[in-house]
């Protein structure tokens, strides 16, 4: 660290240096502060029963309150992260805030799962599994209500490292879920060996879905199939009604999306909950 912080030191200073990656640089360490200065925040996006229109749970998606250029949204971070060492931390960060609603939910009597994204190499990462055990209990949190999402892609390499983080975080209780599917690596035999409760339709099968027969045929296979494993189906980055009935059509189990809302601070999902609740009939509002 010590050496690395020697060789980045200069670069930083250097007026020689191309604009961005001093800019990048910077907001690498801006990002290391601001995980124990706390300036994450985690907006909730709402997913929905297709069939009853009830609000099933919530998808954490982190953003980052930067004290000089507002609220920034994943990509202008995550990747930096990932990049820079600072991805365990992070994902470390978004869990606690993940679970530390959970808790509060369940103090108010409010029951609902919150699913949070992981990032490959959290998979490499083999104690994870147990510092999330021990965050459970702290919270005293039933690991039935979190969910933990992955794209395929970590499937790519089949390591056994990656299975093994896995099936522990699994054991402990968690959801799994497999996030963006149908646009990575897509090996079905990980669906075989791997106790995955949910697949996410990536959203450009959702585009798609009204306008492209063979879209809608993938889309109505994979729902089959994947009811056929026992799992559940999200369908992301829904939009319209006429999508949400294509989809109720064919057998979609929950609907995530702008048409429902988009993600929100914790006390505004709660302001859309009442409003939902106020007019039972609206699909749509907020
Ligand atoms: P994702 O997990 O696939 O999340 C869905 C993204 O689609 C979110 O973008 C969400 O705001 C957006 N979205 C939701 N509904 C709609 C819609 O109807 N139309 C359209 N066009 N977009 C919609 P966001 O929040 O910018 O997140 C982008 C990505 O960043 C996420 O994709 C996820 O891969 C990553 N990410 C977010 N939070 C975290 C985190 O805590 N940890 C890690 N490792 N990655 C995260
Ligand atoms: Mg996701
Ligand atoms: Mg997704
Ligand atoms: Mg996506």
Same mark, same amino acid.
């Given at each position: 660290r010590e050496s690395k912080r020697l060789r980045t030191g200069p670069v930083l200073h250097d007026p020689a240096r191309h604009d961005d990656t001093s800019g990048q640089l910077r907001l690498v360490e801006e990002l290391r502060?601001?995980?124990? $200065?706390?300036?994450?925040?985690?907006?909730? /996006?709402?997913?929905?029963?297709?069939?009853?229109?009830? %609000?099933?749970?919530?998808?954490? %998606?982190?953003?980052?309150?930067?004290?000089?250029?507002?609220?920034?949204?994943?990509?202008?971070?995550?990747?930096?992260?990932?990049?820079?060492?600072?991805?365990?931390? %992070?994902?470390?960060r978004v869990l606690e805030l993940a679970l530390a609603q959970l808790a509060r939910w369940r103090a108010d009597g409010v029951r609902l799962r919150v699913s949070v994204n992981l990032s490959a190499s959290n998979l490499l990462d083999e104690a994870?599994?147990?510092?999330?055990?021990g965050r459970?209990?702290?919270? =005293?949190?039933?690991p039935a209500d979190l969910v933990l999402e992955v794209t395929?892609?970590?499937?790519?390499?089949?390591?056994?490292?990656? =299975?093994?983080?896995?099936?522990?975080?699994?054991?402990?209780?968690?959801?799994?879920?497999?996030?963006?599917?149908?646009?990575?690596?897509?090996?079905?035999?990980?669906?075989? $060996?791997?106790?995955?409760?949910?697949l996410k339709?990536? $959203?450009?099968?959702t585009a798609d879905l009204r306008t492209d027969h063979r879209t809608a045929a993938i889309v109505g296979s994979t729902i089959d199939l994947a009811h056929r494993l026992g799992m559940r189906v999200v369908a992301e980055g829904v939009e319209d009604e006429p999508t949400l009935h294509e989809l109720e059509r064919l057998g979609c189990d929950l609907? /995530?999306?702008?048409?429902?809302? $988009?993600?929100?601070?914790a006390d505004e999902l709660a302001g859309w909950v009442a409003a939902r609740a106020a007019s039972p009939g609206a699909l749509t509002a907020g």
């Amino acid at each position: 660290r010590e050496s690395k912080r020697l060789r980045t030191g200069p670069v930083l200073h250097d007026p020689a240096r191309h604009d961005d990656t001093s800019g990048q640089l910077r907001l690498v360490e801006e990002l290391r502060l601001a995980l124990v $200065r706390d300036e994450l925040v985690l907006h909730l /996006q709402p997913q929905v029963d297709v069939g009853t229109g009830a %609000l099933h749970g919530v998808e954490a %998606l982190v953003r980052w309150q930067h004290p000089a250029r507002g609220l920034l949204g994943p990509a202008s971070f995550v990747p930096l992260a990932e990049a820079h060492g600072l991805i365990g931390p %992070l994902t470390e960060r978004v869990l606690e805030l993940a679970l530390a609603q959970l808790a509060r939910w369940r103090a108010d009597g409010v029951r609902l799962r919150v699913s949070v994204n992981l990032s490959a190499s959290n998979l490499l990462d083999e104690a994870l599994p147990e510092r999330l055990l021990g965050r459970l209990l702290h919270h =005293r949190v039933d690991p039935a209500d979190l969910v933990l999402e992955v794209t395929e892609n970590v499937f790519a390499g089949d390591s056994p490292q990656v =299975r093994g983080v896995l099936t522990a975080l699994a054991g402990l209780g968690a959801g799994l879920s497999i996030d963006d599917y149908g646009t990575g690596w897509s090996s079905l035999g990980y669906l075989r $060996r791997l106790p995955v409760g949910e697949l996410k339709l990536d $959203r450009s099968f959702t585009a798609d879905l009204r306008t492209d027969h063979r879209t809608a045929a993938i889309v109505g296979s994979t729902i089959d199939l994947a009811h056929r494993l026992g799992m559940r189906v999200v369908a992301e980055g829904v939009e319209d009604e006429p999508t949400l009935h294509e989809l109720e059509r064919l057998g979609c189990d929950l609907s /995530q999306g702008y048409l429902h809302a $988009r993600p929100l601070p914790a006390d505004e999902l709660a302001g859309w909950v009442a409003a939902r609740a106020a007019s039972p009939g609206a699909l749509t509002a907020g």
